[in-house]
């Protein structure tokens, strides 16, 4: 048997591929994990922000009340 006949000649273009096929998966859920985290985050800021805005209307309501109950004792 020479060396022509030997399967394992083989094997290192088929793990090549299989190599491939692996790393496109991969990259697949890469991409996949990175639209997920975009997404989080863009949601993340628009939480915050709304949580800025009523913290701020907050703050006012609660300054209105003590300005009312000054202006009571008065």
Not at 1 to 20: I, K, L
Not at 43 to 56: F, G, N
């Amino acid at each position: 048997m020479d060396q022509s006949d030997v399967p394992a000649a083989r094997a290192p273009e088929h793990h090549h591929r299989g190599q491939n096929i692996l790393a496109a998966a991969a990259d697949k859920r890469a991409e996949a994990t990175y639209k997920d985290s975009d997404a989080i985050l863009a949601t993340t800021l628009d939480i915050h922000r709304h949580l800025e805005q009523q913290d701020k209307q907050i703050r006012d309501l609660m300054q209105m009340i003590r300005d009312a109950q000054r202006s009571q004792e008065s």
